[in-house]
């Protein structure tokens, strides 16, 4: 059998199974996942193949399974559970982090249990799996519990069939397993244990900024509740506007921060356990700046029994951001946290359990259409993801720029890793060039093809150059259409409207707005965005109003447009850059929405990715889809080109005249949806009926934007197309290395 089937109780689970069934035989992992031998009544043997397939444990993902006769019959008596197979090459899948189940969590929260108030609580269903392993197969030497020489009592568990924690690797207790400590920021030890726990509950209640070691790294946790708390954390932090996330004890407490639906609630309790964003409720107690200017909150539940301990300790909704300064990658190291956190804050909370791979939370939108997955990382990564075209060579792709995240395929599976970050910190590129090794170490790949960006400047282009490999260059949206048609399993060409950052096109230019006709093979630019200068090149990225500034001059109305509250003569120099037409060209949508966050909003620095765009997208959704402004016209489709276009100029001169008439920034911020949104559609359903494709896939960063996605998709629908929208794959950059790996695959590896 293979698939998720290791470190996810499989064993035990045919142990009980055989046995009740009497089936004799033995089960054990070798380096392509479970392999069973059974001998028995043929009917009772089906009865066990069906079981298994159908029903197997919580965890577990059967992708395949082989059957094939044994003849002679071995003639063994009774069932076991044979030593591992570390003969042949490993290749198996790794378990995800998973959060505690219930049985483990009913242990914790009784007194009379030896493991009463543990924080390191697991079984063969929950815990950390992909964060602490080293090497495959995956056993306990393999993992960073080697260190911890399991009590009487715990190896009497993982020796036992019958017993919940049979084989469960990353089993102990408060006699042999891990112990926290809480420590002062220069690293000295407080307390231990119990101690530790009580202590930093009462710093996080007086308003202290700590740091806790989590499965997957540190988190810098606080008073949500506390506006001096977020603000100190902010200050500490450098971080301006970001959303925080906030952990909340349970779904109640959910439920009164946020409007949860159905899909919300289900994200939310996933065993990946994921930062859900949902709408946030008005007058909450949340402090405001924990999501300035933003309608939605970031809210995750307790994924370990630490965190479920430190919740009910503390009582009070607490921000759990990343353990790093600005946009470095998270502390996951104890020594590399009281360096780099300790000047940050008041104390840590930490253990001694070594975590093996940096893995940040995993973030999911609940939209109409279902979650949708933005990062992909803890408790989602490593799992594995059908290739639509199996790849004959083994591939490595390795993603682009920001978000970034690497992928390895093999035969019919591509697996990409958790979230690294942005390459362009050095500490990110090193923790880049670890996910590759060990990524390719897990499901030993020897990578014989690399793809790669087309981007000459992306660090990770550069080292795919480095490898001394055979290359194959992947153009940026191609790969973003690519990882949608992954996600769909989608073989056939489709239209792609691929709205972005920027990423390289094939004439050197930044791309950002396209139409592509594409199948996993090949793809053809049929249409885009309005091309415009950059004033400043990626400056103006950071700088939306260098955006604003070259929109409202394109479309003939910067004279009339609010002047943006930047220094008088950085205005004018920028001004003279954009009347010579100087900059790098680009047909972004995304730097589009900048532009036009930018006026809306009055936002002239972004101190995160996008969020002018960001902040355009919260003010639209203050306002019912139906009372949106219908300015449709305002966006015309340009065919004099050798590709029809799509010219949003007059929509800034109606924005512009909007603002000067004085109409609210939320009603101007729905009309600009609605106007791109539709005229995005129209243009993509006649470049779809004009090639007889059936299906349009929505793609890209700019496809985070629920809003814009609920427009161009309803409108598509409603013309009797298919719209293929991202669920498990993120839209951004975080899919590219998937749709690299997945194209390089049908190109024939
Ligand atoms: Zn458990
Ligand atoms: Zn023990
Ligand atoms: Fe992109």
């Known amino acids: 059998m293979t698939g998720t089937v290791q470190g996810v109780g499989f064993r035990p689970f045919v142990y009980r199974l055989a046995t009740e069934l009497d089936i004799d035989g033995w089960v054990r992992n070798d380096s392509v996942g479970v392999l069973i031998e059974a001998e028995g009544d043929p009917a009772r043997l089906d009865v066990l193949t069906r079981a298994l397939c159908d029903d197997p444990p919580r965890l577990a993902r059967v992708e395949g399974v082989e059957v094939e006769a044994v003849l002679p019959p071995g003639g063994v008596a009774g069932f076991r559970i044979a030593a591992t197979d570390a003969a042949g090459p490993p290749s198996a899948p790794v378990g995800i982090d998973t959060a505690t189940c219930e049985a483990c969590l009913a242990e914790v929260a009784d007194p009379a249990d030896r493991r009463y108030r543990y924080p390191f609580t697991n079984c063969t269903d929950c815990g950390p799996r992909y964060t602490i392993v080293r090497r495959v197969p995956y056993d306990r030497p393999s993992t960073t519990m080697a260190g911890f020489t399991m009590c009487r009592l715990c190896q009497a568990e993982y020796d036992d069939p019958a017993d919940r924690r049979f084989h469960a690797q990353p089993n102990a207790c408060p006699t042999c397993g891990p112990h926290l400590s809480w420590r002062a920021p220069h690293g000295q030890v407080l307390a231990a244990g119990d101690d530790a726990l009580r202590a930093v509950a009462r710093a996080l209640w007086e308003g202290q900024i700590v740091a806790i070691k989590g499965i997957g790294g540190y988190h810098l946790a606080a008073d949500a509740t506390s506006g001096v708390a977020v603000d100190e954390m902010r200050r500490r932090k450098h971080r301006d506007d970001k959303p925080f996330a906030v952990m909340v004890a349970d779904e109640a407490v959910a439920r009164d921060l946020a409007d949860l639906d159905p899909a919300a609630l289900a994200a939310l309790s996933d065993p990946g356990r994921p930062v859900v964003?949902?709408?946030?409720?008005?007058?909450?107690?949340?402090?405001?700046?924990?999501?300035p200017g933003l309608v939605e909150v970031g809210l995750l539940l307790p994924y370990s029994p630490l965190h479920h301990l430190l919740l009910d300790a503390v009582g009070r909704p607490l921000v759990m951001t990343s353990g790093n300064v600005s946009d470095e990658p998270i502390a996951h190291d104890d020594d590399d946290a009281v360096a780099r956190l300790g000047p940050m804050v008041d104390g840590l909370l930490?253990?001694?359990?070594?975590?093996?791979?940096?893995?940040?939370?995993?973030?999911?939108?609940?939209?109409?259409?279902?979650?949708?997955?933005?990062?992909?990382?803890?408790?989602?990564?490593?799992?594995?993801?059908?290739?639509?075209?199996?790849?004959?060579?083994p591939i490595l792709a390795v993603g682009a720029e920001l978000k970034s995240t690497v992928a390895v395929a093999r035969g019919g599976w591509v697996v990409a890793s958790h979230h690294i970050g942005d390459l362009e910190h050095l500490a990110t590129y090193q923790s880049f060039l670890q996910a590759i090794d060990h990524l390719c170490h897990l499901y030993d790949v020897a990578p014989e093809v690399v793809a790669h960006d087309l981007h000459p400047e992306y660090l990770s282009t550069k080292l795919a150059l480095d490898l001394d490999l055979p290359l194959i260059g992947v153009q940026h949206h191609h790969a973003h259409v690519g990882s949608c048609l992954v996600e769909h399993g989608r073989t056939d060409p489709v239209l792609g409207l691929a709205f972005d950052g920027v990423g390289y096109g094939t004439d050197g230019a930044l791309w950002g707005g396209e139409l592509l006709v594409a199948d996993l093979r090949d793809s053809e630019r049929v249409g885009h965005l309005r091309p415009i200068a950059m004033p400043g090149g990626v400056a103006a990225i950071r700088e939306p109003w260098r955006m604003a500034m070259a929109w409202t001059a394109a479309a003939g109305c910067a004279d009339r447009a609010p002047s943006p509250a930047v220094d008088e003569v950085q205005r004018r120099g920028v001004e003279a850059v954009v009347a010579a037409g100087q900059g790098p060209v680009t047909t972004s949508v995304g730097r589009l929405f900048d532009a036009l966050g930018s006026l809306v909003a009055g936002r002239t620095v972004a101190t995160y990715e996008a969020q002018a765009a960001i902040e355009l997208e919260a003010l639209a959704r203050r306002v019912d889809r139906a009372d949106a402004p219908r300015w449709n016209a305002g966006v015309a489709i340009d065919r004099?080109?050798?590709?029809?276009?799509?010219?949003?100029?007059?929509?800034?001169?109606?924005?512009?005249?909007?603002?000067?008439?004085?109409?609210?920034?939320?009603?101007?911020?729905?009309?600009?949806?609605?106007?791109?949104?539709?005229?995005?559609?129209?243009?993509?359903?006649?470049?779809?009926?004009?090639?007889?494709?059936?299906?349009?896939?929505?793609?890209?960063?700019?496809?985070?934007?629920?809003?814009?996605?609920?427009?161009?998709?309803?409108?598509?629908?409603?013309?009797?197309?298919?719209?293929?929208?991202?669920h498990r794959i993120p839209a951004n950059d975080g899919g590219i290395s998937i749709g690299q790996a997945a194209i390089a695959s049908a190109r024939g590896g």
Not at 661 to 670: F, P, T
Not at 710 to 726: C, P, Q, R, W, Y
């Open 640 to 726: 004099s080109g050798p590709m029809p276009q799509l010219d949003p100029r007059g929509l800034v001169n109606v924005v512009v005249d909007a603002l000067d008439r004085g109409v609210a920034a939320e009603l101007i911020a729905a009309g600009v949806h609605q106007a791109l949104g539709s005229a995005a559609a129209a243009l993509a359903a006649e470049a779809a009926t004009a090639r007889a494709l059936d299906a349009v896939a929505l793609t890209g960063g700019v496809f985070q934007n629920a809003r814009l996605t609920d427009i161009v998709d309803d409108a598509l629908v409603a013309e009797g197309f298919t719209v293929l929208v991202h």
């Open 350 to 393: 930490t253990h001694d359990r070594p975590i093996h791979v940096r893995c940040d939370d995993s973030v999911v939108r609940a939209t109409e259409r279902g979650a949708q997955v933005l990062r992909r990382s803890r408790g989602y990564a490593p799992e594995p993801v059908p290739l639509p075209v199996p790849t004959g060579r």
């Open 277 to 291: 964003l949902a709408p946030v409720r008005p007058g909450g107690p949340l402090a405001e700046r924990v999501a």
